[in-house]
């Protein structure tokens, strides 16, 4: 481990990623914390042609990495309680298709091993 761990994503020129001199700091970010991605959106119009206007629906697709040892079940519930909960301005908010999987998380060493 060490700046391979950093370099290995590509990055835009003059970008630097936030663990750059850290080499745990960065494993930590890519394995432990949990981490937020959109990976798909519907209902939202390109930039090229879109305008401060209304839609009657959007949909977006996200991913969340949980930390190994969070329980999914309790992440879940919450999660949902707190999209659903009071939306602003009146607007529907409905969780669906939500899986989650626990992360790995090795073992402690048996005795005989360490």
């Known amino acids: 481990m060490g700046k391979e ?4 994503f590509p990055l835009v020129k003059g970008m630097t990623p936030i663990s750059e001199h ?3 700091e960065a494993y930590l970010n890519n394995t432990w914390r949990p981490t937020l991605s959109i990976t798909g959106c519907d209902g939202i119009p390109p930039t090229a042609i879109g305008g401060n206007v209304l839609r009657p ?4 697709k996200f991913s969340i990495r949980l930390p190994p040892t969070a329980d999914e079940g309790k992440v879940k519930k919450r999660l949902v309680e707190i999209l659903e909960s009071n939306p602003p301005y009146g607007a529907e908010v409905k969780v669906e298709n939500l899986k989650f999987m626990a992360g790995w998380n090795a073992p402690d060493n048996q005795p005989y091993l360490t």
Not at 5 to 8: D, K
Not at 57 to 60: F, K, P
């Open 5 to 8: 761990l950093v370099s290995r």
């Open 22 to 24: 850290n080499p745990i």
């Open 57 to 60: 629906e959007t949909v977006v």
